[in-house]
């Protein structure tokens, strides 16, 4: 009985929390059982409230089949009745009729007419259901992109790869970043238009972007809108001038422009192939530097990607080349982005180059006064896994930490009241400490 309420609490916390948060849980949860032979029934059973969180929620946000669009499988913001009967979001039917079709996708039948007559039904049981779900269904004017503004797209990216004239470039920038972030149905734009991306970035490589700040600003931050759009995350990698141009301007430009170059890679990162593409253009330094120099958002963007880039395992050893743990744990002991930085930190830990700096900088004395304050339960888990694969094959870390607890205490109650897999290691290390040190007295 108490078993099933305490599984019901698990499922009620999880119902407050969002896809991306149940999908980082879930990571977690699961590194820890492949990671870890002596894993419990509570860590599978988490990872099962996990997955049936997430199937709950994608069947909560799922809309039904006839709201979204033949053509985009999206919710389709202006439905319209194509001559056939069948109903279409109004861009994507446009763009199928401006290519020459006169058949219906669907049905394949041969059209009488062109005309598209608005679905006001489909529109208001659309709409309907978005106010149930809590999600906001973009205006018109702000969702749907015309041939007109697919014109005048394209004559900003003719601006941008041809006029000499920089304010005019500057000025066709700012505009393209602008509406790549208002209209993400422009976002597919480049992936339709195969050199969109070289005549965007044009000016970067023809240019000193140097002395036109404010000019790679704009086009740096498009490559971050643009990267969103999941179907440009290959096209954008793996163009020649794209990697390296974000490269530079991390290294080089304005704060903010460094700051959207880091969450350029972070997106771009999060397809696998791309990782290899930014680890060989050399992207693992400045992000450190900006996780070193940057301010607190420039530094979430950095640690973002750098925590991406180092999923991959061969990846650690070049990060802690680049000297990322002295970085975190500076951050650590200044108590700045401490969840993010123990999310690294612990990542990190499997390597042994990484442990060797940890202790060098002090880590076990860092990470025991963070369990003794008053911090989140995932900060003290992560802190204490640290800690148990520092002490493993060192006595004289297990011993640095026999000294604190005979004093604080702070491991015993942690085994007492922490998550479970927090309660599962400070035991560990309780149960070291007393094979080894229980005839001692602490000096």
């Known amino acids: 009985m108490a078993e099933s309420s305490k599984q019901g609490e698990r499922m009620h916390a999880l119902a407050w929390v969002s896809a991306d948060e149940l999908k980082r849980e879930l990571q977690r949860k699961a590194k820890c059982i492949v990671e870890d032979d002596d894993y419990t029934i509570d860590d599978t059973e988490e990872v099962m409230d996990c997955l049936s969180a997430l199937k709950d929620l994608k069947l909560r946000a799922a809309p039904p089949p006839q709201y979204l669009c033949p053509i985009s499988r999206q919710l389709m913001k202006d439905p319209v009745v194509l001559a056939s009967g069948q109903t279409y979001d109004r861009p994507f039917i ?32 659309i709409s309907l259901w978005c106010k149930e779900h809590g999600l906001e269904l973009p205006d018109k004017d702000h969702g749907i992109i015309t041939e007109a503004d697919r014109d005048r797209f394209n004559s900003l990216l ?49 240019e000193n972007v140097n002395d036109h700040p404010k000019l790679q600003e ?16 290959k096209l954008v990698a793996t163009n020649p001038v794209v990697i390296p141009l974000l490269i530079e301007s991390l290294t080089f430009g304005t704060i903010e422009t460094r700051s959207n170059s880091a969450a350029a890679l972070c997106t771009l990162s999060s397809l696998e192939s791309n990782k290899c593409i930014i680890m060989k253009a050399g992207a693992l330094e400045p992000l450190v530097k900006l996780l070193d120099e940057g301010p607190l958002l420039a530094m979430k963007d950095a640690a973002a990607a750098i925590y991406s880039l180092i999923l991959v395992k061969e990846n650690r050893a070049i990060a802690v080349f680049e000297g990322v743990v002295k970085v975190i744990m500076k951050k650590i002991t200044d108590r700045i982005l401490i969840d993010k930085m123990l999310v690294l930190l612990a990542l990190l830990s499997s390597y042994d180059k990484a442990i060797e700096q940890m202790i060098k900088l002090d880590a076990v004395s860092c990470l025991l006064s963070i369990i003794k304050e008053d911090r989140s339960d995932e900060s003290k888990e992560r802190c204490i896994t640290i800690l148990h694969t520092l002490c493993y094959n060192d006595r004289t870390r297990l011993k640095e930490m026999w000294r604190d607890e005979s004093v604080n205490g702070a491991i015993a109650n942690l085994a007492l009241n922490g998550t479970t897999r927090a309660k599962r290691k400070a035991k560990e290390i309780v149960e070291r400490i007393d094979k080894y040190f229980s005839g001692e007295q602490s000096s």
């Open 158 to 206: 003719h601006i941008l790869s041809s006029n000499d004239d920089i304010p005019e470039k500057i000025k066709a920038a700012e505009q393209v970043r602008m509406l790549t972030k208002q209209f993400p149905s422009l976002r597919a734009f480049f992936e339709e238009d195969s050199i969109a991306v070289t005549k965007l970035l044009d000016p970067l490589m023809s």
């Open 218 to 233: 704009h086009l740096i931050t498009t490559v971050m809108n643009i990267s969103i759009h999941d179907a440009n995350k």
């Open 94 to 125: 446009e763009k199928w009729l401006n290519k020459g079709n006169r058949t219906c996708p669907e049905t394949k039948e041969l059209l009488s007419n062109l005309d598209l007559i608005p679905n006001l039904l489909m529109k208001e049981l």
